[in-house]
């Protein structure tokens, strides 16, 4: 009897233990996953936070949402281990109130649309891991970046104003010259600058139709290849999609600021969250799009061809 009564006991224990890890307080984890009301968000320490919507589809048949809403939270954090780079334990439920979550980069995670649905893609989930995670002891802010900045819209001495500027914001070195051809999109061709700092060049730019360049064979030092177009043309359509007065007042303000080929129509469904779809050869278009209307999530979709669509809730 006294056998059975310890046992007994110790269970009771290890269940009330287990209870206190998955609800206990978070600031005593490294990492871990808050569930939220709309998200989960996954916390890496200081470094790293992702969002990740319930919209997200864990696998053809359920969401993200599908899992939560079992409330079988181990479930949840079981499936998103499976596409995290870096698995995570703890958890705890916020039902009510603003999820409270502190990190250096707080994060949308990456997406891709696929036959209506969204899924995480992971292979700039990966990179952002690589980037922002996994990140090397020597920050990027004090290296030796080089970029090559190519004129490609024949306005004299355009490289180089333009590189003036980029040495202004990002005290980097850059080396000016005129390209091989006239194009009207701008491009970038990256060789090992982090995402983030490759970002921060192109909000600095006052170019908006930007291509990305596979890697040429051409030899150079410089960290990154930045062709700057004419960018006259109507390259691609913009499709902004909200309530009739929303994607009116949206749709001028991007004239105002010099995109073309913009159209706002009225969206016949409600969302969540606003976001940018786009497809991958777009991302930069897309970003400095999304950067301009204050919108965080952006949705990779390849079926995309030479238009963006903007999602406004």
Not at 82 to 111: C, H, T
Request: zero cysteines.
């Amino acid at each position: 009897m006294f056998v059975l009564t310890t046992i007994v006991v110790l269970s009771v224990v290890l269940i009330l233990n287990m209870g206190k890890r998955n609800l206990g307080e978070s600031e005593d984890w490294d990492k871990y996953m808050v569930i939220g009301r709309d998200n989960v968000f996954v916390v890496y320490g200081e470094k790293l936070a992702l969002q990740i919507p319930f919209e997200i589809s864990m696998n053809k048949d359920k969401s993200l949402g599908d899992i939560v809403k079992t409330k079988n939270y181990e479930e949840v954090v079981r499936s998103l281990n499976e596409i995290l780079p870096e698995k995570v334990e703890n958890y705890k439920v916020v039902s009510r109130g603003k999820v409270d979550v502190e990190a250096k980069s707080m994060k949308q995670i990456p997406e891709i649309s696929m036959e209506d649905k969204r899924y995480v893609l992971t292979s700039s989930l990966n990179s952002m891991f690589l980037e922002l995670y996994y990140e090397s002891a020597e920050s990027e802010g004090s290296k030796n970046i080089i970029l090559d900045v190519l004129n490609a819209n024949g306005r004299s001495g355009y490289a180089r104003e333009a590189g003036e500027k980029l040495v202004k914001a990002f005290s980097l070195k850059y080396n000016a010259a005129n390209f091989d051809t006239f194009e009207q999109y701008s491009y970038i061709q990256n060789k090992d600058l982090s995402e983030e700092k490759l970002k921060d060049i192109v909000m600095e730019l006052d170019e908006k139709y930007f291509k990305i360049k596979k890697e040429g064979s051409l030899p150079t030092l410089a960290n990154a290849i930045v062709v700057l177009g004419r960018e006259q043309e109507n390259l691609l359509a913009i499709n902004v999609y909200a309530s009739a007065d929303t994607a009116k007042k949206t749709a001028n303000q991007l004239e105002r600021i010099g995109y073309k080929s913009v159209s706002g129509k009225q969206s016949k469904s409600d969302i969540d969250n606003s976001f940018v779809e786009y497809h991958k050869d777009d991302y930069y278009t897309a970003y400095k799009l999304a950067e301009r209307l204050g919108i965080k999530h952006m949705v990779e979709n390849k079926d995309l061809k030479e238009e963006i669509n903007i999602f406004i809730k």
